[in-house]
């Protein structure tokens, strides 16, 4: 008591405060050492000390240094500082503050402080798959939030979600309808369940950050206030606990990562219930399916083999109280013991503004990160999976040049595929399972397998028990690119597999057919097959382009070199095949758009130079295209410089930034179809430079259905004026008037080349078509049809009309021929046997899309469209 009234009485003896302290050093130990971390705290809180004076305090070895310590910086910050510094030791020892400290307490609180700085500097760094020597990447600096979901959602989301691609598959990561998100700090709360979950499961596929999660959750309980409820948090990897084959204890198996904490371990698993254990990466445990539930252990000392001390962990017979959470890939998920989890969690990855977000630190600037993502959220394909934190990396490191596997510097989408197929067998496969690499290069050739004839089924998700090959591909492998669904099914809950994502799917396909042999039947390349098992075209897009980018020296050669896998002898027949089918397309206009991505993955100059078809006719019709499209295009074009007959760019949302980029392009053209698509001012000025462009070689120009107002049309009749070329313009369906029709007709007296302007469907009115047919410039306009220009034109016109209906979806095919009703409509009611037999056909049409539509309101306006044209038909 007697150095406690030294202290009080420090006011009392008039002496200054700095020699108080001096005189009464040893005492003051004495009285201070039980409450020194209370003091050096609140010193920080009220800036009496520094944070690096507050530093060297708590590193001095036991409380008794930490006062003379604490003393000695005293004693340099002079008289005033030192008189604030006596009146907080008062205050403290009056218990003033409350969390004024018992010895075990102190002793306590150094631990957990102790154990912090650890697993802040263990967790500081996010560990990149393929980090550089010496490179660091701050968790701070980096991290991205994460999108987490509460438990399962239903099969038929999922079968929407692996089958949407591009942008549309990104914003499903924002369905919150269908899948209640959690944040991050709920994790362990309490959200409208009964208690408190003690067993949490976190899953997600291969590289959606479910090891980045654990550091998150690390690193802020140890430099942050988050996760206050648990004094201890710390974790164990699967990949280690690989290591122990002998029988151990828990102790044993966490002193091995966590040491520091030798003293502490008593103590954590007596108050068990603020202890926080994390157990990363259940698919990669070795003895995943030796969980063996008969027998439990109850003691952290009591010696067991590994799963079984984890098995008892989960099932909570061991340290009943703790909370657990254990990360896992999905594919696994059925060798964990479920019935004791409490709480279902998955990570989705990233949404939209994540990966805007990654893509910003990643390259530590702002501007160019979004430049970067802006041009690959453009790339349809190769956004599909920046969901995935991993595939983002990838691509991220990719095209900022520093990837680090010495692959020459990927071009297209299939080389990211592959690098991803190498990333993950390297630094994962690889890990787990030092398996040769032919067994490793089996299991994907079977892996291949099952995406191949799964393809053909049209399967994108399959039970486990149906596909025999699962059995025999080794579970890393497995894990490592499929996903697992759990649903809900009469007589319980059943497994659904299927690949991350479809795109994974389709790539593996490409994989199988370009390294096997396969049966003529089976051949998905060959017409009749593709017809025998319903595989439209479109539906075979991707597998084209990645078998053709897998065939490409470039990436055979990669694969040698990572996978030891012999050249696939598919690539002279698959090259020959490539070309003969784009000189098929170009010379009689079929859509060619897809082939254009095979050649650009083959990325060899040579191969497109051989390329000589008679004509050009380039139709890219009804696809709306995004840059890397007008990339394909353009790549083809400058090695294939010939007079492009026709370019067809109908319905494929073309605008002004896409005209620039095909400008050169444009002069080579003879006809350019843009119809069917919204065109703002500056195409249609864009259009008119063209036009009015000395070397124009333009004959034919489809504009019809593009929204044209009668300012844009009189924008293109005064380029007409300078143009030499133009024969026929086609404005069908816009919103021409009378007044501008009429300005249009006297463009005979300047142009000579221009044949017939065709301004069907647009605002003319019955009478109208009279008056200008007395006008003399009439032989161009043409607003009905008659038999002026004969059956021939009209038929070009009508098939092309009835080429587009087949194209059209339900929908679509409702607004444009409604407007083509409207066009017929203006007619003047002259008996046209031809005419008679369009409106059979368009009736034919419209009954068998009745016939297939399911969507009801959708039926009943097509319906009442054919009802329209059959009191049309009546009338004439
Ligand atoms: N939240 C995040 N913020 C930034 N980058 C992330 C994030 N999550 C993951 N990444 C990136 O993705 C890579 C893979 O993440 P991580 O290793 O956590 O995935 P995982 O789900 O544990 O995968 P696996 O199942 O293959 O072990 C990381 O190396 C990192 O580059």
């Given at each position: 008591m007697g150095e406690s009234r030294n202290l009080r009485d420090w006011q009392s003896g008039g002496e200054s405060t700095l020699s108080f302290l001096q005189t009464h050093r040893v005492s003051l130990i004495n009285e201070l050492e039980d409450c020194i971390d209370s003091i050096i705290d609140r010193g920080l809180e009220e800036n009496l000390l520094s944070r690096d004076d507050h530093e060297d305090i708590a590193y001095e070895n036991g409380p008794r240094k930490k006062v003379r310590k604490l003393l000695d910086i005293i004693n340099c910050l002079g008289e005033q500082n030192a008189s604030l510094f006596c009146a907080l030791f008062i205050k403290i020892q009056n218990g003033n503050?409350?969390?004024?400290?018992?010895k075990y307490q102190s002793g306590h609180s150094e631990s957990i402080e102790k154990h912090k700085e650890v697993l802040a500097r263990r967790n500081d760094c996010i560990k990149y798959y393929n980090a550089r020597l010496g490179e660091k990447v701050y968790l701070t600096e980096h991290f991205v939030n994460l999108l987490l979901v509460k438990g399962h959602y239903s099969l038929e989301f999922k079968k929407h979600e692996l089958l949407t691609f591009g942008q549309e598959r990104i914003h499903l990561q924002n369905n919150t309808d269908v899948k209640p998100e959690v944040k991050l700090h709920q994790i362990f709360q309490k959200l409208n369940d009964r208690r408190t979950p003690k067993k949490i499961l976190v899953s997600g596929v291969a590289g959606i950050g479910k090891t980045v999660l654990v550091q998150k959750i690390l690193y802020d309980y140890a430099k942050t206030a988050a996760f206050k409820n648990f004094d201890f948090a710390l974790n164990l990897t699967f990949r280690d606990l690989n290591l122990v084959t002998k029988p151990t204890t828990l102790r044993e198996i966490i002193l091995k990562k966590h040491g520091h904490l030798s003293r502490n371990l008593d103590e954590i698993f007596t108050n068990s219930k603020s202890f926080l254990l994390i157990l990363d990466g259940f698919d990669e445990f070795k003895f995943y399916n030796q969980i063996d539930l008969e027998q439990y252990v109850f003691d952290p000392d009591e010696e067991a083999r590994v799963p079984q001390i984890i098995g008892s962990l989960l099932i909570g017979e061991l340290l009943s109280e703790a909370t657990i959470l254990l990360t896992s890939r999905p594919t696994v998920l059925n060798h964990i013991p479920t019935e004791s989890i409490e709480r279902f969690v998955v990570i989705t990855g990233f949404s939209v503004s994540e990966i805007e977000d990654y893509f910003q630190k990643f390259y530590g600037d702002k501007e160019v990160g979004t430049k970067i993502f802006l041009s690959v959220k453009e790339n349809h394909f190769l956004f599909t999976l920046c969901y995935i934190p991993a595939f983002c990396w990838i691509v991220c490191s990719v095209l900022k040049g520093h990837y680090t596997l010495n692959i020459e510097q990927p071009k297209t989408m299939t080389d990211i595929y592959c690098h991803y197929l190498i990333v993950l067998l390297k630094y994962h496969v690889y890990q787990v399972d030092c398996t040769k690499d032919e067994a490793i290069l089996k299991a994907v050739l079977s892996l291949s397998e099952l995406a191949y004839f799964s393809l053909l089924r049209h399967e994108t998700l399959f039970y486990e028990e149906d596909k025999e090959i699962i059995h025999t591909i080794p579970s890393e492998i497995i894990n490592s690119f499929l996903d697992k669904t759990c649903v809900q099914e009469l007589g319980g809950t059943e497994n659904v597999l299927s690949f991350t994502h479809f795109t994974i799917q389709e790539f593996f396909a490409a994989f199988y057919y370009a390294h096997h042999e396969v049966s003529p039947s089976d051949d998905v390349m060959d017409l009749t097959v593709q017809e025998k098992l319903d595989l439209s075209s479109g539906c075979l897009d991707l597998f084209h382009r990645f078998l053709s980018g897998l065939l490409s020296v470039r990436n055979q050669n990669i694969l040698f070199k990572y996978l030891k896998l012999e050249g696939s002898k598919k690539l002279a027949s698959y090259t020959s095949w490539l070309i003969e089918s784009l000189i098929n397309c170009c010379e009689n206009g079929s859509s060619i758009l897809n082939l254009l991505h095979c050649l650009f993955e083959q990325q060899m100059n040579s191969l497109v130079e051989t390329i000589k078809p008679a004509v050009l006719r380039i139709n890219l019709s009804d696809n709306v295209l995004s840059p890397i499209d007008f990339d394909v295009l353009t790549y083809f074009l400058d090695i294939v410089d010939m007079d492009i007959q026709e370019l067809d760019l109908t319905?494929?949302?073309?605008n002004a930034d896409y005209f620039k980029q095909i400008q050169p392009y444009l002069l080579r053209c003879e006809k350019l179809w843009i119809g069917e698509n919204n065109l703002d001012s500056e195409s249609v000025q864009f259009i008119c430079s063209v036009l009015a462009a000395p070397d124009c070689k333009l004959q034919e120009l489809g504009l019809g259905w593009t929204q044209l107002e009668d300012k844009e049309f009189l924008e293109i009749h005064k380029a007409l004026k300078f143009n030499h070329s133009l024969n026929g313009l086609w404005v069908e369906?816009?919103?021409?008037t009378y007044g501008a029709i009429e300005q249009f007709s006297d463009i005979t007296l300047t142009n000579t080349c221009l044949q017939y302007a065709v301004l069907l469907g647009n605002g003319l009115q019955a009478g109208d078509h009279t008056v200008l047919m007395e006008k003399s410039a009439k032989k161009v306009i043409v607003a009905h049809i008659d038999q002026d220009y004969g059956e021939e034109f009209w038929q070009g016109w009508w098939d092309w009309i009835f080429q587009r209906c087949k194209m059209c979806s339900d929908e679509k095919i409702v607004s444009f021929l409604t407007k083509v009703y409207r066009g017929l409509g203006l007619c003047d009611g002259k008996d046209i046997t031809w005419m008679r037999n369009w409106y059979i056909e368009i009736d034919n049409f419209l009954e068998d899309r009745v016939k297939n539509c399911c969507i009801t309101h959708i039926k009943k306006r097509i319906e009442s469209l054919q009802q329209k044209f059959r009191e049309q038909s009546a009338m004439r």
């Open positions: 503050f409350r969390n004024k400290v018992t319905a494929t949302h073309v369906g816009n919103n021409i």
